[in-house]
């Protein structure tokens, strides 16, 4: 399984050495994300990848096979150390939140089919 540790600025780069041996991560699972229109391609020689996809990141680091999902280490201490890994309430944050919205439209579609009958019927009573 890949495990995001968090971002390493590229002047410190040399610092982070990768994790080895046995560990304890808390985190949250998260699927792949689909790569979009706009999306640059992955650098794999640069270890720069664009999208979040366990399966061709793992293909590109000689490290076989991987799991469907990866795991985003969460935030440990003042988060200013690197990696610093995910705050939760950062996570949950850009979870998008469109209920009102949807349900503005589905109330409005009704309302507007509502005075679309009623029209049919004042017309059909009409004649």
Request: glycine share 12%.
């Amino acid at each position: 399984m890949l495990v995001n540790r968090g971002f390493v600025p590229e002047g410190r780069l040399g610092e982070i050495k990768p994790a080895t041996g046995a560990a304890t991560v808390t985190g949250f699972l998260r699927a792949p994300e689909p790569r979009g229109s706009f999306t640059p391609s992955d650098l794999p020689a640069q270890r720069e990848f664009y999208t979040r996809d366990p399966a061709a990141i793992a293909a590109s680091l000689g490290l076989g096979s991987a799991a469907p999902f990866y795991l985003e280490a969460e935030r440990q201490g003042d988060g200013l150390t690197p990696p610093a890994g995910v705050d939760a309430k950062e996570l949950i944050a850009r979870i998008p939140d469109n209920h009102l919205s949807y349900a503005l439209t589905w109330f409005g579609l009704a309302a507007t089919l509502n005075g679309v009958f009623g029209a049919f019927a004042w017309q059909g009573r009409k004649s």
